[in-house]
Nanobody, 126 residues
Framework: QVQLVESGGGLVQAGGSLRLSCAAS????????MGWFRRTAGEDREFVAA????????QYADSVRGRFTLSRDSAKNTVSLQMNSLEVADTAVYYC???????????????????WGQGTQVTVSS
């Protein structure tokens, strides 16, 4: 089984920054991609960003492009999400995801990711 452990959530004022990290461990798996989703109460998981492991290709949701930066440490099977210029609308539980064998055209489809972290709360106050 693969475990994904997120860290770095918290409370921040609008305009501030937070950095989320996700470390993958457990049995060897074909780590073709890792990414982040978020969910607010009563809503489906929303795609935030993802990275293709083989070539570093990164995809962002329009709502975060230019404010969030995704990076990886391949040796440690870790991805980080640097979130700048945070807005109240960014408030959500953020989930790390790994392994989407369908490829980058389907990164926004939450149901195609095979492994999930437990989630970390990000709260942005006005």
């Amino acid at each position: 089984q693969v475990q994904l452990v997120e860290s770095g959530g918290g409370l921040v004022q609008a305009g501030g920054s937070l950095r989320l990290s996700c470390a993958a461990s457990g049995r060897t798996f074909s780590n073709n991609a890792m990414g982040w989703f978020r969910r607010t109460a009563g809503e489906d998981r929303e795609f935030v960003a993802a990275i293709k492991w083989s070539n570093g290709y990164i995809q962002y949701a329009d709502s975060v492009r230019g404010r969030f930066t995704l990076s990886r440490d391949s040796a440690k099977n870790t991805v980080s999400l640097q979130m700048n210029s945070l807005e109240v609308a960014d408030t959500a539980v953020y989930y790390c995801a790994a392994d989407n064998p369908e490829g980058s055209a389907f990164y926004k489809r939450a149901n195609l990711w095979n492994f999930w972290g437990q989630g970390t709360q990000v709260t942005v106050s006005s």
